[in-house]
């Protein structure tokens, strides 16, 4: 939108002082100026992302008094499955180093991603995946791996039904593959299931269906992309559409939808 604003604003200058003429050329001269803005805009977003992903990251895996080898693991499963550059591979790895450290600013380095990163609570869930996806990589939370991902979440700005849904996730991340796949599954997980798309368990079919499809497109890949979404977060848009898609298909066989 801001972009759009530019290219307006440039033809409107150029219609003011030069008639038609001007304001062709003025838009011309906005869409190209706001062509590189974007640019360096997006560049600059996907510089903040990867320090704040790291090095909020390296502050988790720490909480707990010590970092993992099973945390490691992820960290450098990330790096790879972000397709990152060499040269951002070495930044992400001092960020995480950065964010071990003890005077590592996290409230600061939250909010300052925030400001920066694309609006909505959709890409910001992302941002947490990840997160999420380090602190239970050995199948275990700590309390103070938990709260502190609960405080970031809480920076980000995220409203109360994200939150519930955030720890939704987390138990179910931390679910041995036992229960995950038991035959019914414990009332919890199925109450989980019920937040994970934002509905009550006394929500109609109808109200599930509509709730499950309004996830799934607002968390669809390429809408996400359109809105500043970098291309290396697209496997971790599909692995969040997974997940959503886990918790319907429970509802769904559970209540037994047509």
């Not at 299931?193 to 009550?200: F, Q």
């Amino acid at each position: 939108m801001r972009f759009l604003v530019i290219i307006v604003v440039c033809a409107l200058l150029g219609l003011a002082f030069g008639g038609f003429g001007g304001f062709v050329i003025g838009g011309l001269a906005g869409s190209a100026f706001g062509y590189f803005a974007l640019r360096r805009w997006l560049r600059r977003v996907n510089e903040q992302f990867i320090e704040a992903t790291f090095s909020v990251m390296g502050a988790l895996c720490k909480a707990d008094g010590v970092v993992t080898r099973a945390e490691i693991d992820v960290v450098e499963r990330t790096l790879t499955r972000l397709h990152l550059t060499p040269d951002q591979k070495e930044s992400a790895k001092e960020a995480f180093k950065r964010g071990k450290g003890a005077g590592f600013d996290l409230d600061g380095t939250v909010r300052e991603f925030a400001r920066l990163a694309p609006a909505g609570s959709s890409f910001f869930q992302l941002f947490l995946q990840i997160q999420r996806t380090a602190i239970t990589a050995d199948g275990e939370l700590h309390p103070t791996e938990q709260a502190m991902l609960m405080r970031v979440a809480r920076l980000l700005g995220l409203a109360e039904s994200d939150l519930a849904q955030l720890e939704a996730m987390l138990r179910a991340a931390t679910s041995t593959p036992s229960t995950r796949n038991v035959t019914p599954p414990r009332t919890s997980q199925l109450a989980d299931a019920y937040v994970v798309l934002g509905v009550t368990e006394n929500a109609s079919e109808t109200e599930i269906k509509n709730a499950y499809r309004k996830m799934i497109r607002e968390n669809h890949p390429d809408r996400l992309a359109s809105k500043g979404l970098p291309e290396s977060m697209r496997a971790v848009a599909e692995e969040r559409a997974r997940e959503i898609n886990a918790a319907f298909d429970l509802i769904k066989r559970i209540r037994q939808f047509a």
